[in-house]
């Protein structure tokens, strides 16, 4: 049994972390693109976000 769990437990740890870092933007009715809500340090040390229509990372 708890064997199992922590193979459950492994399996969605893993399948959490890449469905975050899924780069496919939606654009539902409204014409808004979503974008997956991971961040990047840019070389600067400031923290961003994705934007845009591709939701891409863009360092100032």
Partial sequence: MNT???LLTGMTLFLVSCG???TIPTSPQGGQTI???DAKQCPDGTWIGRSGPRCEFVCP
């Fill in 4 to 6: 199992k769990m922590m």
């Fill in 35 to 37: 974008c997956t809500q």
């Fill in 20 to 22: 975050g870092k899924m």
